[in-house]
């Protein structure tokens, strides 16, 4: 079965420090992975997500990620953090060797950005 | 481009009663699912569909029932609503259940049961 672990349920950042959300998934096969924003009273929005090529995937709103085989990661970051990132991000994963599996969600880390 | 369509957007219920949970979507989606969103607990999959008449259950179904009638609509039923079923509910589809499919998220109903 597949897991993944969000190191951190709440990371404070100042505007313009870089973001670092970190991910970390259990897998028996290289996974395909996700990362959704939920922002208040919002739905989940995907940012970006890694199947296949290109292990550094850069998503909307100027947030990149890496899937690193060799530490099992797929860290969330972003260069300079604005007041309007605040929201709570999720990691999800999903095997690439079947079907009918649905994704499967980390607990998620909020994000708060300080003036 | 209405995307997935949920309602209510809230919902108080009082213990034993029983509702139903709308879910619709425009983009001919195969797949869709309902996740419900407790703090620190993250979204947990309740059920999901990978087509018309097709249900699965996914890891906390016990309580709430689904039907896909139609490609559009996945509804999702409380029995006798309790306490323990407050929670922010979500509903998901995507093109198909592939891997590599990314969800296309509702924006929530918000259930409280007294």
């Known amino acids: 079965a597949q897991s993944v672990t969000q190191l951190g349920s709440h990371v404070s950042v100042s505007e313009g420090a870089l973001v670092l959300l970190r991910c970390n998934y259990s897998s028996s096969v290289p996974p395909y992975l996700f990362w959704y924003v939920q922002y208040p009273n919002q739905g989940l929005q995907l940012l970006l997500k890694?199947?296949?090529?290109?292990?550094l995937v850069k998503g909307i709103n100027g947030f990149e990620a890496e899937f690193k085989k060799s530490e099992t990661s797929f860290h969330l970051t972003k260069p300079s953090a604005h007041m309007s990132d605040a929201a709570e991000y999720f990691c999800?994963?999903?095997?690439?060797?079947?079907?009918?599996?649905?994704?499967?969600f980390g607990k998620g880390t909020r994000l708060s950005v300080i003036a | 481009n209405a995307g997935v369509t949920q309602t209510p957007k809230f919902q108080v219920l009082k213990t034993g009663q029983s509702m139903t949970l709308q879910c619709a979507q425009d983009?001919?989606?195969?797949?869709m699912s309902w996740y419900r969103q407790d703090p620190g607990m993250g979204l947990r999959l309740i059920h999901y569909?990978?087509?018309?008449?097709?249900?699965d259950q996914g890891e906390v179904p016990n309580g709430y029932n689904v039907s896909r009638s139609t490609t559009e609509d996945f509804p999702l039923r409380l029995l006798s609503a309790a306490p323990s079923q407050t929670s922010v509910y979500f509903c998901?589809?995507?093109?198909?259940?592939?891997?590599?499919?990314?969800?296309?998220f509702g924006s929530g109903t918000r259930l409280t049961v007294v």
């Open positions: 999800a994963v999903s095997d690439p060797n079947s079907g009918n599996t649905p994704l499967v």
């Open positions: 983009m001919n989606h195969e797949y």
């Open positions: 569909s990978v087509g018309a008449g097709i249900t």
């Open positions: 890694y199947t296949t090529g290109a292990t």
């Open positions: 998901a589809s995507s093109l198909k259940q592939g891997a590599n499919y990314g969800y296309t």
